[in-house]
């Protein structure tokens, strides 16, 4: 069974940071694709960042020089860190892995978790930026 257990999320000014973390169990960076996705109340889920442990990363153009992808293979766990946030940033954000590779949201789906490209979903954390 894999388990996707998000946690760094919280309420922040604008231009404040925070530092998303999931731990993973019941697979291996080294076999999986780790991202994170988006949804904010009203909109689409967004793909938002990815890494690949040959170190092949993936940001939206809307995050690109204000987040940033790591992994700790160790720990199993992949991070999320977010810097200059802007309150279009507010969102449910999720821990994703796929045993192929993480893409793009095609399509319109209630919820991230309903999106057939990805193998498994975490709970997701609640960022909230203010103005």
């Known amino acids: 069974q894999v388990d996707l257990v998000e946690s760094g999320g919280g309420l922040v000014q604008a231009g404040g940071s925070l530092t998303l973390s999931c731990t993973a169990s019941g697979l291996t960076f080294d076999d999986s694709d780790m991202g994170w996705y988006r949804q904010a109340p009203g909109n689409e889920c967004e793909m938002v960042s990815s890494?690949?442990?040959?170190?092949?990363?993936y940001y939206a153009d809307s995050v690109k020089g204000r987040f940033t992808i790591s992994q700790d293979n160790a720990k199993n766990t992949v991070y999320l860190r977010m810097v200059s946030l802007k309150p279009e940033d507010t969102a449910v954000y999720y821990c994703a892995a796929d045993r192929s590779v993480l893409t793009e949201v095609v399509g319109t789906y209630p919820l991230c978790r309903d999106y057939y490209g990805v193998d498994y979903w975490g709970k997701g954390t609640l960022v909230t930026i203010s103005s």
């Open positions: 890494i690949k442990s040959i170190g092949r990363t």
